[in-house]
């Protein structure tokens, strides 16, 4: 059974960074897609980004993140990250990471299999 751990939240002010980590034990990362969700109060989760199972090697972000977020592998760690640059208030919430068997990296929460417990990122002054 893969389990997923997310780490690396925080409080952080307007214009900084994070850079959130998803590892995997009880399983390969590198078979399956990995998306980012995040839960913000009063919000339904939603898809942040996404990238596919190791060997397709391509990457989906929300629009309102392109530019700022990076999703970047390391198959050696067993680890995918979130490079979250340039955060703004509206990029608060619960973090969650999440694996696809199909590998396909969607950013839609039906698609996903296994997930992590989430991580608190709050973006405030």
């Known amino acids: 059974q893969l389990q997923l751990v997310e780490s690396g939240g925080g409080l952080v002010q307007p214009g900084g960074s994070l850079r959130l980590s998803c590892a995997a034990s009880?399983?390969?990362?590198?078979?399956?897609?990995v998306g980012w969700f995040r839960q913000s109060p009063g919000k339904e989760r939603e898809g942040v980004s996404a990238?596919?199972?190791?060997?397709?090697?391509?990457?989906n972000y929300k629009d309102s993140v392109k530019g700022r977020f990076t999703v970047i592998r390391d198959d050696a760690k067993n680890t995918v990250y979130l490079q979250m640059n340039n955060l703004k208030p509206e990029d608060t919430g619960v973090y969650y990471c999440?694996?696809?068997?199909?590998?396909?990296?969607?950013?839609?929460?039906?698609?996903?299999?296994?997930w992590g417990q989430g991580t608190q990122v709050t973006v405030s002054s």
């Open positions: 999440a694996a696809e068997v199909l590998g396909q990296g969607t950013l839609e929460i039906g698609d996903y299999d296994y």
């Open positions: 009880g399983g390969t990362l590198a078979h399956f897609a």
């Open positions: 990238i596919t199972e190791s060997s397709r090697g391509r990457t």
